[in-house]
């Protein structure tokens, strides 16, 4: 709960916020105006065609602008190629990143706030949330067949009962089915790779994605459509195919619901029974995509014809469809 795992805030916002501080200390108790609505339609465009596109902050400095997404191998975007935007925060968002209105932050694959617990639960804490709630549960259950058994016990021996064992029936009944109802929703959310927000259009959502252009076929392409494509560094420029997965599927559903709980609980059983280290999915070291993609992707790249070079150097099919939906991005263009 302490560190939720925020995005940081684009330039715009901290700077507005910087203003609005100063403007408060100048005018005392006053609230702060408005900004002015035209001029940060204005920032917010400029920002989102590249102009303004470096981020202030102390969250993840891997996220600053657009490169944390054109260096790896797949993203989700829109339909012009670009990874969604936050106009509160000024900045780009990863996928599964959303903007939580109690904390006024974007938070990394967020999945509710919950006041019980007094914070968001997202990538960094839905491992624990789980097993909070699991243990609360096992606990209201301990307590309701414990004060049922010497409340029986009382009523044989004395023909009464106590007014306050009851109380404790009715509370840890309570508790134990709202905890075990939480528990199995919050488990079973994790078996289908999806948080709460997720879970709300799971059947219908249609997820866009850039798949990155392998330098194979690069190659191929440029060497067609220009003498000087073989001379063009590869560094210079990145690929994308804009690629839609059909209604209902998960690019991030690893095909195993075992596979899907070890992403969020560990690899182990001390992992999934004790609150230590933090979730799997909560690493993105990986330059293929911010979290573990799953064989949606696999379909999607090997119907569009960007399936990696086969080992034995046989052709590589392409699919009618290859080469349809491709858009060229650069660094500049970022």
């Known amino acids: 709960m302490w560190n939720p795992g925020y995005l940081p805030l684009g330039e ?73 935007w936050c106009s509160t925060c000024c900045q780009y968002k990863t996928e599964r990143a959303h903007h939580c209105r109690e904390l006024g932050r974007c938070v990394r694959k967020m999945d509710h706030f919950c006041p019980w617990v007094g914070g968001v639960v997202s990538e960094t804490s839905f491992k624990f949330f789980i097993q909070f709630v699991a243990y609360t549960c096992i606990f209201c259950t301990f307590a309701l067949i414990v004060s049922a058994y010497f409340t029986a016990e009382i009523r044989r021996q004395t023909g009464g009962v106590n007014p306050h064992w009851c109380v404790c029936i009715g509370l840890s009944g309570l508790f134990a089915f709202f905890a075990a109802g939480m528990t199995l929703s919050s488990v079973q959310m994790g078996i289908f790779n999806v948080t709460t927000i997720e879970n709300l259009n799971r059947r219908t959502a249609v997820w866009t994605l850039a798949i990155r252009v392998p330098e194979y076929l690069l190659d191929r392409l440029w060497a067609a459509e220009s003498p000087l494509g073989a001379n063009i560094s590869h560094g210079e420029r990145h690929v994308f195919a804009i690629l839609h997965t059909l209604p209902g599927e998960n690019p991030f559903d690893l095909g195993s619901p075992l596979k899907n709980l070890q992403q969020v609980m560990g690899y182990t059983v001390f992992d999934w029974l004790l609150p230590i280290k933090h979730s799997p999915c909560a690493d993105h070291s990986s330059m293929e995509s911010h979290f573990a993609l799953g064989p949606v992707v696999t379909r999607l790249r090997q119907e569009a014809g960007l399936a990696p070079p086969p080992e034995n150097g046989a052709a590589v099919p392409r699919s009618p469809h290859s080469g349809q939906s491709h858009r060229e991005k650069s660094p500049s263009e970022q």
């Open 12 to 84: 715009q916002k901290v700077a507005d916020d910087e203003n609005a501080k100063q403007s408060k200390r100048h005018r005392g108790k006053k609230r702060t105006p408005k900004p002015d609505l035209e001029k940060t339609n204005q920032a917010d465009a400029d920002v989102e065609r590249g102009s303004n596109s470096t981020a202030v902050g102390t969250a993840f400095q891997s996220d600053f602008g657009l490169e944390s997404f054109y260096t790896r191998d797949v993203f989700v975007c829109q339909e012009d190629g670009r990874p969604h």
